[in-house]
């Protein structure tokens, strides 16, 4: 089974922002102990002897107004966020994809972006999956999404309500998810991290022009030859747009 875990940046109602967004980290289930134990060296390089783990959120990381990280300088907060975003290339590419939305809000004004991006990220997932069972001799493969309990939970609640009730219709495309999204904890999961870190690197992209962070992993997302088609930038002026996704759909 194929798992996406998922979390999201930036606020769908906040009109400061131009920017909603999605990201998603793709594994298969047998690999998920591996992109565990490569934020567990991170954190041991950074914290060593620490054994209760921390949570790497990577706003607060940027931020610096907790603990530990209020008492690190800001460029080394930096290297932590790039270390991650190492971690996660350093994983074999057959265990790990990367999938995101970037929806511009303003360019769809009659659609809820949050609802928008969910729709487009199951339809490029479900794709992914009918893909790969197509090239593979093995069992049908399904998928599964993973999401942040303490944001998810408002934002999605109607979403999965629909999901249930209509088995899945509701969400386009979608044909090889094994059931309905489920909750975890980032507290203790560090996929979940994992999909927060992706989700700010593009925001960051997006929302600030700042690519340090989505350029160290863009060679992840799940691409066919050279077309980007695990990162969707959703803009009305997508054909004069030079970011990585709209420049390999061009
Ligand atoms: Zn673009």
Redesign the pocket.
């Given at each position: 089974m194929y798992l996406l875990y998922v979390d999201e940046s930036g606020e769908p109602s906040n009109t400061n922002e131009d920017y909603f967004i999605l990201g998603g980290v793709s594994i298969y289930e047998n690999n998920a102990y591996f992109v565990s134990e490569t934020f567990d060296r991170v954190q041991e390089k950074w914290f060593p002897g620490q054994t209760t783990p921390i949570e790497f959120h990577a706003s607060k990381i940027r931020n610096r107004n907790e603990e530990p990280w209020r008492s690190m300088r800001r460029e080394q907060c930096q290297n932590v966020l790039l270390d991650l975003c190492d971690a996660i290339v350093s994983t074999s590419p057959k265990a790990l994809s990367l999938f995101g939305v970037?929806i511009h809000k303003s360019s769809f004004p009659s659609d809820n972006p949050v609802e928008k991006a969910f729709h487009e990220l199951c339809g490029h997932f479900d794709e992914f999956i009918g893909q790969s069972n197509i090239n593979s001799h093995r069992d049908k493969n399904r998928g599964l999404l993973i999401l942040d309990s303490s944001k998810y939970k408002g934002h999605l609640d109607v979403l999965l309500l629909e999901y249930m009730k209509y088995g899945g219709t509701k969400f386009g495309r979608v044909k090889n998810f094994a059931d309905a999204p489920v909750f975890a904890n980032s507290k203790t999961t560090r996929l979940i991290q994992a999909a927060d870190l992706v989700a700010y690197a593009i925001y960051r992209r997006?929302e600030e022009s700042d690519a340090r962070l989505l350029d160290r992993i863009i060679g992840r997302f799940q691409r066919v030859d050279k077309k980007i088609h695990g990162l969707m930038?959703l803009?009305s002026g997508?054909r004069s747009?030079?970011?990585?996704?709209?420049?390999s759909r061009q």
């Open positions: 970037a997006y930038h803009i997508f747009c030079t970011c990585p996704a709209c420049l």
